[in-house]
Nanobody, 122 residues
Framework: QVQLVESGGGLAQPGGSLRLSCAASGNIFSINSMAWYRQASGKQRELVAA???????NYTDSAKGRFTISRDNAKNTVTLQMNSLKPEDTDVYYC????????????????WGQGTQVTVSS
């Protein structure tokens, strides 16, 4: 009922920038928090940055000062601007959304995008 579609991954050089975008669509009544996670092969998915419906943000220590998360509530989109990229930022990045769906019932669910590869290398 809800789809998250990511875009903007790719290859960047150390010190460069990438911008990840995620658009949520479907039978959405409202979205609470939206976030970006990262996951390396064989490892647990971990939070990079999150933003609630009021615009309050939360970053991991590695993302602070380099990454900026933002959202457009009217368009149900979330963006992660990644600056001063480092090789250790290389991972698959996933969009996440805590969504309220209203049909006959009100249903709350957490949804994930398909993931987008970010590679930082010279």
């Amino acid at each position: 009922q809800v789809q998250l579609v990511e875009s903007g991954g790719g290859l960047a050089q150390p010190g460069g920038s990438l911008r990840l975008s995620c658009a949520a669509s479907g039978n959405i009544f409202s979205i609470n928090s939206m976030a970006w996670y990262r996951q390396a092969s064989g490892k647990q998915r971990e939070l990079v940055a999150a933003i609630n419906s009021g615009g309050r943000t939360n970053y991991t220590d590695s993302a602070k000062g380099r990454f900026t998360i933002s959202r457009d509530n009217a368009k149900n989109t979330v963006t992660l601007q990644m600056n001063s990229l480092k090789p250790e930022d290389t991972d698959v990045y996933y969009c996440n959304a805590d969504v309220i769906i209203k049909t006959t019932f009100v249903i709350r669910g957490v949804y994930w995008g398909q993931g987008t590869q970010v590679t930082v290398s010279s």
